[in-house]
């Protein structure tokens, strides 16, 4: 059984601070996605990594891929109140039957105070 | 191009009752998966459905629960004699041929009362 372990669970910061979450597992998997989910509404997708070690840039937000593609991170930097939510990233496995099938963290949840 | 459409976005059934969800995904997408997002726990992989075949049902509970994808028409994950723990948010996602990227609906929000 696949696992992913996303840390830290909580983050209450101020607005303006740096923050990084964290993904890792002990099994590789083929690309790895986060979300971002508002309360009472479905995951959105804000990046899909592919390539151990690629990092990948969204405005105020890095992705990275680990090397071994087996963990990874989201750093945002200046953090802003709009930044508020639950993070969660997911694993997929490509090939067999278990193509496509993600495999969540726990989340993070995010509060920025103005 | 509409994203992943769920209906309903609530639903509340009697202890007993069946609830059927239901999902049309993106255009163009050919695979859907449901997850569970039970209060307090993340997201878990339930079924995954390309059109006609089930293809992986290894998250599924063995009794009470089903889901399809015919060749015309949404997907349907058919809850049977609900129980109150089966009160949670269901979710849809569906992919493209060949990719990783599952995009998600908004979700059905199952309450057994």
């Known amino acids: 059984t696949q696992l992913l372990e996303q840390s830290p669970q909580f983050l209450s910061i101020q607005e303006g601070e740096n923050l990084t979450v964290y993904c890792n597992s002990s099994?590789?998997?083929?690309?790895l996605q986060w979300y971002r989910q508002e309360p009472g509404e479905g995951p959105v997708l804000l990046v899909t990594v592919v390539t151990g070690g690629e990092v990948k840039k969204l405005k105020r937000l890095t992705f990275q891929f680990g090397d071994a593609r087996k963990d990874s991170s989201l750093h945002i930097t200046a953090a802003q109140p709009g930044d508020t939510g639950l993070y969660l990233c997911a694993g997929a496995n490509a090939g067999g039957t278990s193509y496509g099938k993600l495999t969540f963290g726990q989340g993070t949840i995010l509060t920025v105070h103005p | 191009n509409a994203g992943v459409m769920q209906n309903p976005r609530h639903l509340v059934r009697r202890r007993g009752q069946e609830a059927r969800l239901r999902c049309s995904p993106m255009?163009?997408?050919?695979?859907v998966y449901w997850y569970r997002q039970l209060p307090e726990e993340g997201l878990k992989f339930m079924v995954y459905?390309?059109?006609?075949?089930?293809?992986?049902e290894s998250g599924m509970p063995k009794e009470r629960f089903s889901a399809e994808f015919p060749k015309e028409g949404p997907s349907i994950l058919r809850i049977q004699q609900v129980v109150r723990g089966d009160s949670a948010a269901y979710f849809c996602a569906s992919s493209p041929l060949f990719g990783d990227e599952a995009f998600f609906g908004q979700g059905t929000r199952l309450t057994v009362v």
């Open positions: 459905l390309q059109k006609e075949n089930i293809i992986d």
């Open positions: 255009k163009g997408h050919s695979h």
């Open positions: 099994s590789v998997f083929s690309s």
